[in-house]
């Protein structure tokens, strides 16, 4: 029987919060087994943006990556966000690790080709490298990734945290029973913003049909297709919602 492995992803609500960021943390820390947590930090790369005077771009949710803006995300990302993160799960006994998809080779992928959008210095994920985070994991070190990836030949690529999460879940299915958390600070994918009525179970339909009314939108849908591949990669479970996903059963939306 396979070992149970969760790969955890960190909205950037929540890592902007000092308070939530620890409660997170702790959460975390707190999970039996082996675990891998992928962090944003979109909000953070944005504010940072605004002080450089570069403006931020988004299509559909996701980022336009031009050099400039490339420059600042590893600034946030690989930086402030990633070692505030690996200081806190050190504070709570947890032996963590920071890394970019280009240490040690961790995650490659190729520049998004141009269509209809020129996402500039984005990565499609090509492979992950399962032996090295296998290592780590045997090693008791919990590896944290932040949202970059690379292409092997020296260009460092923003890539979206959802789809390393994701990628990330499906390349350990090989030698663990994956299980992906995605944890931000609403209480799960809502039917209601205003009411807060949380959708306990998604199908790939009701997707369909929240986009189509706009209930679903923005940033959430990568996040749920994501989430879809993952399960269709064979992952065992994928749950979205606040860090008490993490504590017990019966919180956040399940995907099936």
């Not at 993160?85 to 080779?105: E, H, P």
């Not at 490659?108 to 994920?125: H, L, N, W």
């Not at 789809?163 to 663990?176: E, K, N, Q």
């Amino acid at each position: 029987m396979k070992k149970q492995l969760s790969i955890v992803k960190i909205g950037g609500g929540l890592i902007e919060n000092p308070q939530a960021l620890r409660r997170f943390c702790e959460l975390f820390a707190a999970l039996k087994g082996p675990k891998v947590l992928v962090h944003g930090g979109g909000k953070s790369a944005t504010a940072l943006a605004s002080k450089l005077g570069i403006k931020t771009k988004m299509v559909h949710g996701r980022r336009i990556t031009d050099k400039e803006s490339l420059e600042v995300t590893t600034m946030s990302y690989a930086g402030w966000a990633n070692k505030t993160i690996v200081a806190c799960l050190q504070s709570f006994g947890c032996n963590a690790l920071g890394l970019s998809g280009a240490d040690g080779n961790s995650i490659s992928a190729v520049k998004r080709a141009v269509s209809e959008i020129d996402y500039g210095f984005v990565g499609d994920i090509t492979a992950v490298n399962y032996s090295l985070i296998e290592k780590l994991i045997k090693a008791e070190i919990c590896p944290v990734f932040c949202a970059l990836t690379h292409d092997g030949k020296g260009q460092l690529l923003n890539t979206n945290a959802d789809t390393i999460a994701s990628a990330l879940s499906a390349a350990m299915v090989v030698g663990y029973s994956c299980r992906l958390l995605y944890c931000f600070e609403k209480d799960g994918v809502l039917s209601d913003l205003k009411k807060n009525t949380v959708i306990p179970l998604l199908t790939e339909e009701l997707l369909e049909e929240g986009v189509g009314n706009g209930s679903i939108h923005a940033g959430m849908i990568p996040k749920l297709e994501n989430g879809f591949k993952a399960l269709q990669a064979g992952v065992a479970e994928v749950i979205i919602g606040n860090e008490n996903i993490l504590k017990e059963k019966g919180h956040g939306t399940q995907l099936k």
